[in-house]
Protein backbone atom coordinates (compact mmCIF):
# COMPACT_ATOMS: atom_id res chain seq x y z
CA UNK A 1 0.00 0.00 0.00
CA UNK A 2 1.21 3.67 -0.72
CA UNK A 3 1.98 6.07 1.67
CA UNK A 4 2.09 9.82 2.24
CA UNK A 5 4.27 11.31 4.61
CA UNK A 6 4.29 15.11 5.49
CA UNK A 7 7.13 15.91 8.11
CA UNK A 8 6.12 19.61 8.76
CA UNK A 9 2.90 20.10 11.09
CA UNK A 10 3.30 23.15 10.62
CA UNK A 11 5.16 26.09 9.16
CA UNK A 12 5.45 29.71 9.56
CA UNK A 13 6.16 32.78 6.48
CA UNK A 14 6.39 36.16 6.27
CA UNK A 15 3.87 37.61 3.88
CA UNK A 16 5.58 38.09 0.68
CA UNK A 17 8.30 35.51 1.69
CA UNK A 18 8.69 32.32 0.15
CA UNK A 19 8.17 28.58 1.85
CA UNK A 20 8.22 25.17 0.84
CA UNK A 21 6.10 22.31 2.63
CA UNK A 22 7.81 18.91 2.44
CA UNK A 23 5.90 15.76 1.24
CA UNK A 24 8.02 12.28 0.84
CA UNK A 25 6.12 9.03 -0.37
CA UNK A 26 6.60 5.48 -0.52
CA UNK A 27 5.27 3.12 -3.53
CA UNK A 28 6.31 0.23 -5.71
CA UNK A 29 4.36 2.02 -9.12
CA UNK A 30 6.15 3.80 -11.82
CA UNK A 31 2.87 5.68 -13.13
CA UNK A 32 1.63 7.84 -10.51
CA UNK A 33 -0.50 11.18 -9.74
CA UNK A 34 0.65 13.45 -6.95
CA UNK A 35 -1.12 16.35 -5.96
CA UNK A 36 -1.46 19.40 -3.17
CA UNK A 37 -4.75 20.02 -1.91
CA UNK A 38 -5.34 23.57 0.22
CA UNK A 39 -7.97 23.77 3.04
CA UNK A 40 -8.51 26.84 4.07
CA UNK A 41 -10.72 27.57 7.50
CA UNK A 42 -14.20 26.78 5.50
CA UNK A 43 -12.41 23.12 5.41
CA UNK A 44 -13.37 23.41 1.53
CA UNK A 45 -10.88 21.02 -0.33
CA UNK A 46 -9.26 22.87 -3.02
CA UNK A 47 -6.61 21.85 -5.60
CA UNK A 48 -3.63 23.76 -5.49
CA UNK A 49 -1.30 21.50 -8.42
CA UNK A 50 -1.12 17.90 -9.62
CA UNK A 51 2.18 16.47 -11.29
CA UNK A 52 1.88 13.25 -13.14
CA UNK A 53 4.97 10.90 -12.44
CA UNK A 54 5.27 10.13 -16.12
CA UNK A 55 6.03 14.11 -16.67
CA UNK A 56 9.88 14.98 -15.99
CA UNK A 57 8.76 18.73 -15.66
CA UNK A 58 7.48 20.30 -12.18
CA UNK A 59 4.23 21.42 -12.47
CA UNK A 60 3.69 25.38 -11.90
CA UNK A 61 0.35 27.43 -10.94
CA UNK A 62 1.51 30.97 -10.98
CA UNK A 63 2.68 31.38 -7.40
CA UNK A 64 2.66 27.96 -6.46
CA UNK A 65 5.05 25.27 -8.28
CA UNK A 66 6.20 22.19 -6.86
CA UNK A 67 9.71 20.35 -6.83
CA UNK A 68 9.03 16.69 -7.59
CA UNK A 69 11.84 14.00 -7.42
CA UNK A 70 10.83 10.98 -8.47
CA UNK A 71 13.81 9.00 -7.79
CA UNK A 72 13.95 10.45 -3.90
CA UNK A 73 9.97 10.38 -4.31
CA UNK A 74 9.53 13.61 -3.08
CA UNK A 75 7.10 15.90 -3.91
CA UNK A 76 7.80 19.39 -2.25
CA UNK A 77 5.26 22.24 -2.81
CA UNK A 78 6.49 26.21 -2.94
CA UNK A 79 4.60 29.29 -2.41
CA UNK A 80 6.37 32.83 -3.72
CA UNK A 81 4.73 35.76 -2.35
CA UNK A 82 3.28 34.41 0.37
CA UNK A 83 0.09 36.25 0.73
CA UNK A 84 -2.40 36.34 4.02
CA UNK A 85 -5.14 34.11 1.98
CA UNK A 86 -2.30 31.00 1.63
CA UNK A 87 -3.08 30.73 5.53
CA UNK A 88 -4.83 27.07 5.43
CA UNK A 89 -3.90 23.41 6.05
CA UNK A 90 -2.28 21.78 2.96
CA UNK A 91 -2.23 18.17 2.26
CA UNK A 92 -0.24 16.35 0.06
CA UNK A 93 -1.70 13.29 -1.64
CA UNK A 94 -1.17 10.78 -3.97
CA UNK A 95 -3.19 8.48 -6.56
CA UNK A 96 -1.89 5.30 -8.69
CA UNK A 97 -2.25 5.58 -12.40
CA UNK A 98 -2.90 2.04 -12.57
CA UNK A 99 -5.16 0.69 -9.78
CA UNK A 100 -8.69 0.46 -9.92
CA UNK A 101 -10.50 3.21 -8.34
CA UNK A 102 -8.78 6.63 -8.62
CA UNK A 103 -8.53 6.71 -5.18
CA UNK A 104 -6.30 9.55 -3.17
CA UNK A 105 -3.65 8.74 -0.38
CA UNK A 106 -3.14 11.71 1.62
CA UNK A 107 -0.15 12.88 4.26
CA UNK A 108 -1.04 14.23 7.52
CA UNK A 109 -1.45 17.65 6.56
CA UNK A 110 0.75 20.95 7.10
CA UNK A 111 -0.57 23.89 8.80
CA UNK A 112 0.48 26.99 6.81
CA UNK A 113 0.75 30.33 8.97
CA UNK A 114 1.27 33.63 7.43
CA UNK A 115 2.67 36.45 9.53
CA UNK A 116 1.98 40.08 8.36
CA UNK B 1 -18.62 23.84 -8.32
CA UNK B 2 -18.70 20.59 -8.78
CA UNK B 3 -22.41 20.39 -8.40
CA UNK B 4 -21.85 18.12 -4.59
CA UNK B 5 -24.24 18.34 -1.94
CA UNK B 6 -23.70 16.97 1.31
CA UNK B 7 -26.90 16.45 4.13
CA UNK B 8 -26.75 17.18 7.01
CA UNK B 9 -23.97 19.52 7.41
CA UNK B 10 -23.89 18.95 11.23
CA UNK B 11 -25.21 16.75 13.20
CA UNK B 12 -25.23 15.62 16.73
CA UNK B 13 -26.08 11.97 17.42
CA UNK B 14 -25.90 9.76 20.57
CA UNK B 15 -23.89 6.93 20.77
CA UNK B 16 -25.23 3.64 19.72
CA UNK B 17 -27.97 5.11 17.31
CA UNK B 18 -27.71 4.71 13.38
CA UNK B 19 -26.95 7.75 11.24
CA UNK B 20 -26.95 8.70 7.28
CA UNK B 21 -24.95 11.12 5.73
CA UNK B 22 -26.09 11.63 2.03
CA UNK B 23 -23.94 12.65 -0.85
CA UNK B 24 -25.49 14.09 -4.28
CA UNK B 25 -24.11 14.96 -7.24
CA UNK B 26 -25.39 16.61 -10.48
CA UNK B 27 -22.06 15.89 -12.87
CA UNK B 28 -22.96 12.33 -13.26
CA UNK B 29 -19.54 11.23 -12.41
CA UNK B 30 -18.89 7.55 -11.99
CA UNK B 31 -16.70 7.27 -8.95
CA UNK B 32 -18.01 8.53 -5.92
CA UNK B 33 -15.78 8.40 -2.35
CA UNK B 34 -16.15 8.79 1.36
CA UNK B 35 -13.60 10.27 3.02
CA UNK B 36 -13.32 11.11 7.01
CA UNK B 37 -10.71 14.20 8.17
CA UNK B 38 -8.85 13.54 11.71
CA UNK B 39 -6.20 15.31 13.11
CA UNK B 40 -2.82 13.82 12.56
CA UNK B 41 -4.42 11.79 10.03
CA UNK B 42 -4.94 14.03 6.94
CA UNK B 43 -8.19 12.37 4.88
CA UNK B 44 -8.78 7.98 4.97
CA UNK B 45 -11.04 6.36 2.99
CA UNK B 46 -14.04 4.76 4.46
CA UNK B 47 -15.90 3.35 0.92
CA UNK B 48 -16.11 3.81 -2.51
CA UNK B 49 -18.14 2.97 -5.34
CA UNK B 50 -17.42 2.66 -9.44
CA UNK B 51 -20.91 2.39 -10.60
CA UNK B 52 -24.41 1.84 -9.06
CA UNK B 53 -24.50 -0.97 -6.62
CA UNK B 54 -20.69 -0.76 -7.18
CA UNK B 55 -19.08 -0.57 -4.19
CA UNK B 56 -16.04 -1.64 -2.29
CA UNK B 57 -14.06 -0.98 1.08
CA UNK B 58 -10.96 1.60 1.87
CA UNK B 59 -8.86 2.16 4.36
CA UNK B 60 -11.21 2.72 7.55
CA UNK B 61 -14.24 1.04 6.56
CA UNK B 62 -15.69 -0.99 9.82
CA UNK B 63 -18.66 0.25 11.21
CA UNK B 64 -19.47 2.21 8.16
CA UNK B 65 -21.81 1.02 5.45
CA UNK B 66 -22.51 2.32 1.97
CA UNK B 67 -25.39 2.11 -0.90
CA UNK B 68 -25.68 3.64 -4.26
CA UNK B 69 -28.43 2.52 -6.02
CA UNK B 70 -28.67 6.19 -8.20
CA UNK B 71 -26.01 7.27 -9.75
CA UNK B 72 -26.17 10.71 -8.13
CA UNK B 73 -26.79 9.86 -4.48
CA UNK B 74 -23.84 7.65 -2.37
CA UNK B 75 -25.22 6.78 1.09
CA UNK B 76 -23.01 6.53 4.12
CA UNK B 77 -24.21 4.68 7.28
CA UNK B 78 -23.39 4.30 10.65
CA UNK B 79 -25.12 1.32 12.02
CA UNK B 80 -24.16 2.19 15.23
CA UNK B 81 -22.81 5.37 16.28
CA UNK B 82 -19.89 5.50 18.09
CA UNK B 83 -17.76 8.47 19.86
CA UNK B 84 -14.72 7.03 17.65
CA UNK B 85 -17.15 8.18 14.35
CA UNK B 86 -16.82 11.68 15.41
CA UNK B 87 -15.53 13.05 12.77
CA UNK B 88 -15.66 15.12 9.72
CA UNK B 89 -17.13 13.28 6.20
CA UNK B 90 -16.40 14.48 2.94
CA UNK B 91 -17.94 12.75 -0.28
CA UNK B 92 -15.92 13.34 -3.20
CA UNK B 93 -16.59 12.26 -6.91
CA UNK B 94 -14.16 11.71 -10.16
CA UNK B 95 -14.94 11.35 -13.46
CA UNK B 96 -13.59 8.40 -15.26
CA UNK B 97 -11.38 5.51 -13.86
CA UNK B 98 -7.43 5.86 -13.94
CA UNK B 99 -7.44 9.16 -16.12
CA UNK B 100 -5.74 11.98 -14.97
CA UNK B 101 -9.01 14.05 -13.89
CA UNK B 102 -9.26 15.80 -10.73
CA UNK B 103 -10.89 14.28 -7.57
CA UNK B 104 -13.60 17.02 -6.30
CA UNK B 105 -15.10 17.25 -2.68
CA UNK B 106 -18.18 18.29 -1.13
CA UNK B 107 -18.13 20.59 1.78
CA UNK B 108 -18.17 18.45 4.46
CA UNK B 109 -20.32 17.19 7.24
CA UNK B 110 -19.79 17.53 10.81
CA UNK B 111 -20.49 14.59 13.00
CA UNK B 112 -20.22 14.30 16.47
CA UNK B 113 -21.56 11.56 18.33
CA UNK B 114 -21.95 11.89 22.28
Known amino acids: AQTVTQSQPEMSVQEAETVTLSCTYDTSESDYYLFWYKQPPSRQMILVIR??????QNATENRFSVNFQKAAKSFSLKISDSQLGDAAMYFCAYRSAVEYGNKLVFGAGTILRVKS | DAGITQSPRHKVTETGTPVTLRCHQTENHRYMYWYRQDPGHGLRLIHYSYGVKDTDKGEVSDGYSVSRSKTEDFLLTLESATSSQTSVYFC?????????????FGEGSWLTVV
Open chain 1, 51 to 56: QEAYKQ
Open chain 2, 92 to 104: AISWARNSGNTIY
